[in-house]
C-alpha cells in the first residue's frame, strides 16, 4: 500500500511539476476574448506578447524590454512566485525521489526514507500554494483590469480573459497540492 502510494503522488508530482513548468514559459497567461471579426490571435505571458495572423498562421512576438525594468505588479509578483515554486517542486522531486521505497538509496533505513518523503511533501506543498498564489494572482488582476473597463465603459479594441497557460499554472498547482497530501498525511 504505501509503495503504491508513493509512485501515485511521485507520478503526480512529477507531471504536475512538467506542467508548472510549461506555465511559467509559455505565453498565453492572458488571451483576447474570441471575437469573429478577429484577424489576430493576441498572447500575452510574463515574458513576452505573441500576436499570431489567423489567415497565414505567421506567430511575431515582442520580449519585454529587460527583466529588470518596469513591469506590471501582476508580472513580477506570478513571475517570482512561480519560478520559486518551479524550484521547490524540482527539489521535493529529488528528495522524493531518493525517499522512495524502490530505489535502493538507504535501503537499510526505512524510517529515514520515510521521513523524507514526508520533507518531499512539505516542500511540495509550500511550492503548490505559491504557485496558487501566482496564478489566482494573475487571473484575479486579469478579471479586475476587464471588470474596471466595462464599468467605467472603456473599450480598447481588445479584451483580455485568462488564457491557458494561467489555467495549467492553476491546474498544476492543484496536483503538486494534491500530490503534497498523500506525502503528508496517506503516509503517515
Known amino acids: ?4 502510494l508513493q509512485m501515485m503522488a511521485f507520478g503526480i508530482a512529477l507531471l504536475s ?4 513548468v510549461i506555465a511559467t514559459c509559455t505565453d498565453c497567461w492572458m488571451v ?3 471575437d469573429s471579426l478577429e484577424v489576430s490571435h493576441k498572447c500575452r505571458g510574463l515574458w513576452r506578447e505573441c500576436v499570431t495572423n489567423m489567415q497565414d498562421g ?3 512576438c515582442d520580449q519585454y524590454d529587460s527583466i529588470l525594468a518596469d513591469h506590471p505588479v501582476k508580472i513580477v ?3 517570482t512566485l512561480l519560478i520559486t515554486a518551479d524550484l521547490l517542486a524540482g527539489l521535493a522531486l529529488a528528495v522524493l525521489l531518493l525517499g522512495l521505497d524502490c530505489i535502493k538509496f538507504l535501503k537499510e533505513e526505512p524510517h529515514v526514507k520515510l521521513r523524507m518523503c514526508f520533507v518531499a511533501g512539505v516542500i511540495l506543498g509550500i511550492g503548490s500554494v505559491l504557485g496558487l498564489i501566482g496564478s489566482v494572482w494573475y487571473a484575479v488582476d486579469v478579471y479586475l483590469e476587464r471588470a474596471a473597463l466595462v464599468a467605467n465603459n472603456v473599450f480598447l479594441g481588445v479584451h483580455y480573459d485568462f488564457g491557458w497557460s494561467c489555467w495549467l499554472g492553476m491546474a498544476s498547482s492543484t496536483g503538486c497540492l494534491v500530490s ?7 503516509l503517515h
Do not use: P
Open 1 to 4: 500500500m504505501s509503495m503504491g
Open 17 to 20: 511539476t512538467l506542467f508548472l
Open 32 to 34: 483576447n476574448a474570441d
Open 58 to 60: 505567421v506567430k511575431t
Open 77 to 79: 509578483v506570478t513571475r
Open 180 to 186: 503534497s497530501v498523500v506525502l503528508t498525511c496517506c
